[in-house]
């Protein structure tokens, strides 16, 4: 008659491997998380760049408008 284990837990190597795979799988998920927030800190940066840009150009338009451009002067 054959005995029957009762013993049914897992072996050393198994939870090795496991934690082994389960580590690359970590280490892959937190390298996408900091190159999206990289990326999110880069366009955040652009995107106050170009409102400084904006705002730096709509001053210079209104300085250019309310001084005016005289056209009485003839050219000889």
């Given at each position: 008659?054959?005995?029957?284990?009762?013993?049914?837990?897992?072996?050393?190597?198994?939870?090795i491997i496991s934690v082994s795979i389960m580590s690359i799988i970590l280490v892959a998920i937190m390298g996408v998380f900091f190159s999206m927030s990289d990326v999110s800190n880069k366009t955040e940066i652009n995107r106050q760049l170009q409102s400084n840009l904006k705002n730096a150009i709509e001053l210079m338009a209104e300085d250019i408008r309310s001084?005016?451009?005289?056209?009485?002067?003839?050219?000889l």
């Open positions: 008659m054959k005995k029957i284990s009762l013993h049914t837990g897992f072996t050393l190597i198994e939870i001084y005016g451009i005289d056209t009485s002067c003839s050219v």
